[in-house]
């Protein structure tokens, strides 16, 4: 008996048992789909939440110091020792393959006033007008502040944190934390994050104040190397020429502020520099996503294991009640290995109809999730492929005994079989 003609009849057997055959392969369209739907979920949720982060600021880095997070997650956000002279920043900006560096600062406020409405505890972020554009955020009406100027910029949570609405032209008081010093400003524009829903992580989404480091922000030290007294700052904002010359950039960042800055030495015992970039955030995104696909992949691989035992057992059934036939195949030559052939290859072929039916399902269902929740599509072909190969090796995995159990059945036992 020839490859070809096993497949025939091992077809013909499938088909003659088309519900049996069905309900066999549930187990394994049931697992198969788990994974492929919940992979394709991941996958798209997560580059959501890539562009949604990064957007079209992937070459901007932010250098700080600070202790280590308990969670090791990278921070974008305010925090940190202010330990970045003027000085450092001047030299940042010569380092090879940055485009621009902007220091960053902030200034508490123990609230901040519009007409007769007060709002209590307030962080003013104090930087240079290019923040906006390092920051990804556009200023939807109005202008960026001048330096020099008492002017400030809202982004739309803090224009609408007052009982009426702080609009372009009008004049905001803030009251410095440390001694009360009323700060009058007037409102110039208002910001908006360009990706929407990156301030959740960024910040933008709570009401911000934006001013000029001149004339708001007054801490200074003296600088190491230049024995002047100069403002400092917390943080550096730092944009790279290319995204491929982040990794070099920040490198050379790295031994700048180690080697010859005035923050090596005006930063705390136990806090160390950090240069983060978006790459680094997204990374711990795609671990936490790597984990939930592992999760899943486990419970659907509990999903195959009971299909391939569902298999198994259907084979077995069909082995007893082929026996007469096994029996009148050998008489008439047939040899062990065809008949082990033959019930293995029905085997195969329900593990890869389970298989290809369950990825069309699983890919059915991740794009129905996709866009219930409004997420872009992203198929993992890799997961597709290594889904399709799983079924027949489940049909292997499954037929193999009773495969066995046909091929050595006696030939004169099987023909008195009724």
Do not use: C
């Amino acid at each position: 008996m020839d490859l070809l003609e096993n497949l025939r009849m091992s077809w013909r057997s499938i088909v003659g048992h088309k519900l049996r055959s069905t309900l066999t392969t549930l187990g394994v369209i049931i697992g198969v789909a788990a994974v492929i739907a919940f992979v394709t979920l991941g996958a798209s949720l997560q580059a959501d939440i890539v562009n949604t982060i990064a957007g079209n600021n992937q070459d901007v880095m932010y250098v700080s110091a600070s202790s280590q997070t308990e969670g090791g997650i990278p921070q974008l956000g305010q925090g940190g020792q202010s330990v970045f002279t003027q000085h450092d920043v001047a030299q940042i900006r010569q380092v090879e393959g940055v485009a621009a560096a902007v220091p960053v600062g902030g200034i508490a406020t123990s609230q901040v006033s519009y007409q007769n409405d007060s709002v209590g505890r307030q962080w003013v972020t104090v930087s240079r007008p290019q923040y906006f554009q390092l920051k990804g955020q556009r200023i939807v009406e109005g202008r960026s502040y001048r330096a020099g100027q008492r002017e400030v910029v809202l982004n739309r949570p803090a224009a609408q944190m007052f009982a009426e609405n702080v609009t372009v032209g009008e004049n905001i008081t803030l009251a410095r934390a440390a001694n009360g010093q009323p700060i009058n400003a007037t409102v110039v524009g208002i910001a908006e994050a360009s990706q929407e829903g990156a301030g959740a992580l960024t910040g933008s989404a709570r009401p911000s104040i934006y001013a000029p480091t001149n004339p708001f922000y007054e801490r200074t030290v003296i600088s190491p190397t230049t024995q002047e007294q100069q403002r400092v700052y917390s943080q550096v904002l730092v944009s790279a020429g290319s995204i491929e010359e982040i990794e070099a950039v920040q490198g050379r960042i790295i031994s700048y502020l180690t080697e010859r800055s005035d923050a090596r030495i005006l930063k705390a015992e136990g806090y160390q520099f950090e240069v983060t970039t978006y790459d680094q955030l997204v990374d711990q995104i795609r671990q936490v996503s790597n984990t939930f696909t592992a999760y899943i992949t486990g419970i659907a691989v509990i999903s195959l294991v009971v299909g391939a035992i569902g298999i198994a057992n259907i084979m077995l059934v069909s082995v007893t009640e082929r026996t007469r036939e096994i029996g009148i195949m050998k008489a008439v030559g047939a040899k062990r290995g065809d008949i082990m052939q033959l019930f293995l290859l029905e085997a195969i072929l329900l593990g890869l109809f389970g298989s290809v039916f369950g990825a069309l399902v699983g890919i059915g269902g991740g794009y129905a999730a996709t866009v219930l929740i409004d997420l872009p599509l992203r198929i993992r072909p890799l997961w597709f492929v290594v889904s399709i190969v799983v079924g027949p090796l489940v049909g292997v995995f499954a037929g193999v005994y009773p495969a066995w159990s046909a091929a050595t059945v006696d030939p004169i036992d099987a023909l008195r079989h009724e």
